[in-house]
């Protein structure tokens, strides 16, 4: 494998193209949200889902979320109860509130069924869907620098190749007057999930613990693949920046954060946040897939433009990885810290 220099890139980027609906547009509206806007976020309790809902309330936006109800939902919003795979409850639940919202968020669309259900429940009842998917969707051994919107996809039915299958429902389907933004998020960290971003240690619940005994990592081609990791306020804030912005209609995004890193580096900031050296063992890529192929997804350089986020008045991602790490770390020091009282 070539190695490359371990060290944070700002990324001066390319322009990427982006994908239409075939609508024309005369408003120019930037989408900064700033006015009110009755938003429904599917999902709501998550670390994703659960960061939006709190970003929304936050900017003063009425804000609903679709859970099971077995987790806490954020202050401030409006919860409804039911399990989206339990179709008829789904949008018996969502009609009673009897409500137009200027947006759903979903970030909780993992199968075709779901995205169907989105056209068939929600096509009349909101003016925009923001889908949160994934970088997943692309074909890991077909990589571009940067990648574009538009790239080889993955062929395989796992969790990209599902994403991949409801945004094709969403880009063919008929959305009535609800428009749709497309966001390809690739690792997001940041309080409310675990640490790491790659395997061995990927979401790794002991990954603290174990650079404080001073136990060597087991990266997969030693952690030398380059990511973009996107602090999860970042995208929230992507998210809520896209609602009525017609430049977002119909458009598709590969969302990642401001710096470009070596996947060890993301490491080794955790480890100077606990004020520790990290060491690192490789474990060869060809063993790793023999293990476990369907992790090949994770195995290749991640590597996005952002100007397109500009471009379009979105809002552009900004926190710089060893600030986010830093909060990421220190929060589950903290909860730890809680547990242990």
């Not at 390319?14 to 599917?42: A, F, M, T, W, Y």
């Not at 933004?181 to 999930?193: A, F, W």
């Not at 023999?290 to 900004?318: K, M, N, Q, W």
Request: aromatic share 8%; charged share 20%; proline share 6%.
């Amino acid at each position: 494998m070539v190695k490359v220099a371990r060290q944070i890139i700002s990324w001066t980027s390319i322009s990427i193209g982006g994908r239409g609906n075939g609508r024309v547009h005369n408003d120019k509206s930037s989408g900064d949200c700033r006015e009110p806007r009755n938003i429904l976020v599917i999902g709501g309790s998550g670390f994703l889902s659960g960061t939006i809902a709190r970003s929304a309330v936050a900017a003063g936006h009425r804000t609903w979320v679709v859970t099971r109800g077995q987790r806490p939902v954020p202050e401030g919003v409006t919860s409804l109860i039911a399990d989206r795979h339990d179709r008829d409850a789904f949008a018996a639940v969502v009609a009673a509130e009897n409500t137009h919202w200027d947006a759903v968020i979903d970030c909780i669309a993992y199968e075709p069924e779901d995205m169907r259900q989105n056209l068939d429940v929600l096509s009349t009842l909101a003016s925009q869907l923001v889908f949160i998917s994934t970088d997943f969707v692309f074909d890991p051994t077909r990589r571009s620098f940067p990648q574009p919107v538009e790239a080889p996809y993955t062929e395989l039915d796992d969790y990209g190749g599902k994403k991949r299958q409801c945004e094709l429902i969403l880009l063919d389907g008929d959305t009535g007057a609800m428009e749709w933004t497309i966001l390809r998020p690739c690792h997001i960290y940041g309080p409310g999930s675990q640490l790491g971003c790659l395997p061995l240690h990927g979401r790794d619940p002991d990954l603290i613990r174990r650079i404080q005994l001073g136990e060597t990592l087991r990266l997969v081609g030693g952690g030398h693949f380059l990511q973009q990791p996107i602090f999860v306020r970042d995208l929230a804030a992507i998210a809520l920046s896209a609602i009525g912005n017609s430049r977002a209609f119909g458009q598709i995004y590969c969302t990642a954060g401001p710096d470009i890193i070596e996947s060890r580096r993301y490491y080794e900031i955790v480890g100077e946040v606990l004020g520790l050296q990290v060491s690192i063992e490789e474990v060869p890529v060809t063993q790793a897939l023999a293990d476990d192929p369907t992790r090949l997804p994770f195995y290749c350089h991640r590597i996005y433009s952002l100007d397109r986020f500009a471009e379009h008045g979105l809002h552009v991602p900004a926190v710089p990885i060893e600030d986010g790490l830093r909060e990421h770390t220190e929060s589950l020091l903290a909860a730890a810290s809680t547990q242990q009282n």
